[in-house]
């Protein structure tokens, strides 16, 4: 008697997440609502700083001058504006005054002051009509923050002759910390209805559609509820939840159309919706944990930088991306079994097709298979010209210059922007953001005057004031000429780092946390660029079994990232396109910007690559031959890699509608780079490339060869039923390959399957 066609239960992996499918999204809803639950107000507890040296000479400084000298540095200037009369005006003094008093009366202010207390020239305007009342407000940024909406608005607006405006260090942070928040809700607004339209049109079924938003939406969620819980006991930067939501809607919508796909591929070819589930976690499935592995390793290299701003990304970054793979490993298999062929439902594409039929499956990506072909038959022409564009497109950034994350980056009409602009375009120096000097040990008032006349006669110093002097410490401030953060100022940090002193100083202030910030990341950059270099080496290596291959993607990765970094310092640095885009350029980029802005971009890049590169595999396996997988790997991802990046890139650019400038950069820089690589780098340099390197671009030497047999991972199946075909049955493998390395579907005679292009034969055997 015979058993027909009865395909073999699932095992492993596929047996775990499809056992119980309602029982498995069940539980994955309450987990979500707790998580919910768990991330609820997780914006309020986040930072807008972070971009220091934690064990930076300017850190330590500035932590003990908060300790012996708290209202040393104000962080809250009221610019006060007497119109048309002069702030020594009577009856504006007089109001000035009693606007000072009742500041130093505030719980929480310390440290008041005022042009008309101490009558410094550096608090009075050039013109004669403004002046400033600086304080210090007390706390960690929460609580300054809930101090500054407490009194703030008892002394913003008008008091009698005079016009006041509420700006500083803890207005800056606290105005841009709100402007995120509103910001992202946006974005998300924006974000979500257009990415599920976009979905519409990759899928057709409207409920193939959703499953992708539902994964990302999962892990958002999740993630805002570990970045909570790292609020316990670190520092999180607010900016953060911008790449939670992006990475989160973007990779868990890559990872899902992947799955989708070719869930829906193997169901077209008769599969039941077991075995499909099945065999699509045996092939996108590898490739979605190997590309989650690829963009966690990128974004973890951001942890051995100091600086809490970047180390906050590699939080988040890190969370969602395991969390969006998670989702779509295990959620997503157990929705696509209890849908099965209903996955393709409500395809709404009908509504527009006006009676024509829709191509066969054999049809789809001929447009890519001809552009293969095209490409590699002028790879020379192709990869030379696309090398050149994008190196070309890559020259502005050799002209980028650091600076630090200011006023400047909040709107134009932002309150504390303006208050900062008035100061720096009618003040004298740079109020609120001169250098101190902080001296330790005993010393003598003449050495204390010895020492400052010394910084007196530096020639980037307009004036010097103290000591204070308490116990055996005391400070200098020192005002530069220019701007408080300028290469002048920053020159000077240098110059006072190396006046002799008869005691120990140590310098902060905005320029010194800069300088020791730019020291804290080239110091750190290189091991950082090792870390994803040679993690991002071996996991390719571990897919594709070549040793080429995983150089190629590195380096065309990083090449694929000029165009972002061009970009980044031509428009936001020189300030080309900022009346369009909506932004002030500081004339500077923000010296983390760059770091974090590689590592994310870097990511996605071999997000996309290992996607292509997994494909050409499995059919460079199932038949030996080059330049037919690598045609075949763009024929069967070039759209779904395309689509992923217009999703993802449109997600960014909802990001980039920010009105805080380094989120707008991040935001459309990204997306820049995402379409680069997607619609340059993958379409056009790649299959250039790998043609020009032919069969050389699998080999790898023995010793590697048994490692990656025994160890390595790729997309092709590894559970074929007994007695069916084995690896190049009647043909001979391609040279410097063994025929572990080369599976395929024959007939028995050497000739190919007549049968899907990408499928490798897995009817199950007869059984008598």
């Not at 369009?580 to 590689?598: A, R």
């Not at 043909?731 to 049968?755: C, K, L, M, W």
Request: glycine share 10%.
């Amino acid at each position: 008697m015979t058993e027909v066609n009865k395909p073999p239960r699932p095992g492993g992996w596929t047996r775990f997440v499809t056992a119980r499918p309602r029982l498995s999204l069940l539980v994955a809803l309450v987990i979500t609502a707790l998580a919910v639950l768990a991330g609820s107000g997780v914006a309020d507890r986040l930072g807008s700083g972070g971009w220091e040296d934690p064990a930076a000479q300017s850190t330590y400084a500035t932590k003990a001058l908060e300790r012996e000298f708290p209202d040393s540095q104000p962080n809250l200037l009221l610019l006060v504006d007497a119109g048309r009369s002069s702030v020594d005006d009577p009856a504006v003094a007089a109001q000035a005054r009693r606007l000072t008093a009742r500041l130093a009366g505030e719980k929480g202010v310390i440290g008041v002051g005022s042009y008309w207390q101490s009558t410094s020239p550096a608090l009075r305007a050039e013109d004669g009509h403004e002046a400033l009342i600086a304080a210090h407000i007390t706390g960690d940024e929460k609580a300054m923050g809930d101090t500054l909406d407490r009194i703030a608005p008892h002394y913003r607006g008008t008091h009698g002759p005079v016009q006041v405006k509420v700006g500083g260090l803890v207005a800056v942070r606290h105005e841009m910390q709100t402007i995120i928040k509103e910001d992202l809700t946006r974005a998300e607004m924006i974000a979500l209805p257009v990415t599920l339209v976009l979905l519409v049109m990759v899928f057709g079924s409207a409920i193939a559609a959703l499953l992708p938003l539902g994964i990302g939406i999962v892990a958002i969620l999740g993630t805002n509820a570990v970045l909570r819980g790292l609020t316990e006991f670190t520092d999180v930067s607010v900016f953060a939840m911008n790449l939670t939501t992006a990475l989160g809607l973007g990779l868990a919508i890559d990872y899902a159309l992947f799955i989708v796909r070719r869930f829906r591929e193997e169901l077209s070819t008769g599969d039941d919706p077991l075995t499909a589930v099945g065999t699509t976690l045996r092939t996108a499935g590898r490739t979605v944990l190997f590309s989650s592995l690829t963009v966690a390793v990128s974004l973890a290299a951001m942890l051995l930088f100091p600086q809490y701003f970047l180390r906050s990304f590699a939080y988040a970054g890190i969370a969602v991306v395991l969390l969006a793979a998670a989702a779509a490993l295990i959620l997503l298999p157990a929705a696509l079994v209890l849908l099965g062929h209903r996955v393709n439902s409500l395809d709404l594409r009908r509504l527009f097709r006006r009676g024509r039929a829709p191509k066969a499956s054999g049809e789809e990506g001929t447009a890519w298979a001809r552009m293969a072909t095209l490409v590699m038959r002028r790879a020379p022409l192709f990869a030379v010209a696309t090398t050149t564009v994008l190196i070309v497109l890559g020259l502005p950034f050799l002209g980028v210059k650091f600076g630090t994350a200011d006023d400047r980056q909040l709107p134009s009409t932002a309150e504390s922007h303006v208050v900062q602009q008035h100061i720096r375009d009618g003040f004298p120096g740079s109020p609120g953001g001169g250098l101190e000097v902080l001296a330790e040990g005993r010393s003598t008032p003449a050495q204390y005057t010895a020492y400052k006349d010394r910084i007196a006669d530096l020639p980037g110093v307009l004036r010097v004031d103290g000591p204070l002097v308490k116990g055996q410490s005391a400070y200098f401030t020192v005002l530069p000429k220019g701007e408080s953060v300028d290469d002048a100022a920053q020159r000077l940090v240098g110059e006072l780092r190396a006046t002799h002193a008869p005691f120990d100083t140590k310098v902060t202030g905005t320029a010194a946390v800069l300088v020791d910030s730019k020291h804290a990341i080239a110091e750190r950059l290189p091991w950082a660029a090792a870390f994803i270099a040679i993690v991002t080496l071996l996991l390719v290596f571990l897919l594709t079994g070549s040793v080429l291959i995983p150089i190629q993607a590195v380096v065309l990765n990083a090449l694929s990232l000029t165009a972002m970094f061009g970009a980044v310092v031509w428009v936001f640095q020189d300030g080309h396109l900022s009346g369009l885009l909506g932004f002030t350029s500081p004339g500077s980029i923000e010296t983390t910007l760059p770091v974090l802005m590689f590592c994310v971009a870097f990511g996605l890049s071999m997000d996309y690559g290992v996607f292509l590169l997994s494909r050409i595999k499995e059919e460079y396996d199932r038949t030996g031959d080059h330049n037919e997988a690598v045609r075949h790997g763009l024929q069967r991802t070039g759209g779904l890699i395309t689509a992923a990046a217009v999703i993802l890139a449109v997600v960014m650019v909802a990001i980039g509608t920010s009105r805080v400038t380094n989120t707008k950069m991040l935001g459309l820089g990204i997306a820049l780079a995402v379409l680069m690589d997607a619609m340059i780098v993958r379409s056009l340099l790649v299959p250039a490339v790998m043609r020009l390197t032919g069969r050389a671009t699998w080999w790898a030497p023995a010793p590697l060869r048994r490692f990656h047999e025994r160890f390595g991972l790729s997309e092709g199946e590894d559970e074929r039923p007994s007695g069916g075909p084995g690896p190049h049955r009647g043909a001979a493998p391609p040279r410097g390959a063994t025929s572990h390395d080369v599976p395929a579907d024959t007939n028995g005679d050497g000739s190919a399957d007549a049968g899907s292009g990408d499928r490798a034969v897995r009817e199950p055997a007869r059984r008598t």
